[in-house]
């Protein structure tokens, strides 16, 4: 079975540029996390969904974030504008809304410079 | 301070076992989790523990769980090379689905 599948897998850009990436959950799964990696801050939750709808987006930085799911299949976090602040590996999460397990894909690593 | 506290660093003969601590400050945990990452990789699920249960075994891990001291810990056996990873203790509180993860033990497996 495919885990889940986020993409790019490495981004460098420059500051100042939109960034989107993307991830396609578990088939089947029903919520879904965008999860952000830092040396200071370790994994946050940025925001997650069931059944595409935002459930809880209090993690989300700031305005320059936005986050949508337009359908069960797939989900992108898109920076605009991009600061260097925003280097980060960031992961998209699937699970069963009922389930007790949550599965990582293996992450999207970001270069602002 | 932090909702879910690891020590940064554990090293370990290859051979030996691991124990690696986490302590968390919730008492409305239901699960508890650990997750190993290796370098560049994401995050793998090795195991979770209901919060009614005080012990876990899978093959060469044992989870043990204390709720009335809100202290978890993954028991490694045989800890070999290929166990080298930072391992992520996190928990799921009540009805919430996502999770809070601690900072990471990164263990180091010398020969």
């Known amino acids: 079975d495919a885990g889940v599948i986020q993409s790019p897998r490495h981004e460098v850009t420059e500051m100042g540029q939109e960034v989107t990436l993307r991830c396609k959950p578990i088939?089947?799964?029903?919520?879904l996390f965008w999860y952000r990696q830092t040396m200071m801050r370790g994994l946050e939750l940025l925001i997650y969904?069931?059944?595409?709808?935002?459930?809880?987006d209090s993690g989300m930085p700031e305005d320059r974030f936005s986050a949508k799911m337009p359908n069960a299949s797939f989900s992108t976090l898109k920076i605009q504008p991009s600061e260097p602040r925003d280097s980060a590996v960031y992961f998209c999460?699937?699970?069963?809304?009922?389930?007790?397990?949550?599965?990582f894909g293996e992450g999207s690593w970001l270069t602002v410079v | 301070g932090e909702d879910v506290e690891q020590s940064l660093f554990l090293s370990v003969r290859e051979g030996d076992s691991s124990v690696i601590n986490c302590t968390y400050t919730?008492?409305?945990?239901?699960?508890l989790y650990w997750y190993k990452q290796e370098p560049g990789a994401g995050l793998q699920l090795l195991t979770y523990?209901?919060?009614?249960?005080d012990m876990k075994q899978d093959q060469r891990l044992t989870v043990l769980l204390n709720k009335k001291d809100k202290h978890l810990s993954l028991r490694i056996a045989d800890t070999q090379t290929g166990d080298s990873a930072i391992y992520f203790c996190?928990?799921?509180?009540?009805?919430?689905?996502?999770?809070?993860f601690g900072s990471g033990t990164q263990l180091t497996v010398l020969p």
């Open positions: 088939s089947g799964h029903n919520s």
């Open positions: 523990i209901f919060s009614n249960m």
């Open positions: 919730d008492s409305s945990s239901t699960y």
């Open positions: 999460a699937s699970s069963l809304h009922s389930g007790n397990t949550i599965y």
């Open positions: 969904f069931n059944n595409n709808v935002p459930i809880d």
């Open positions: 996190a928990e799921r509180r009540g009805s919430a689905r996502q999770l809070t």
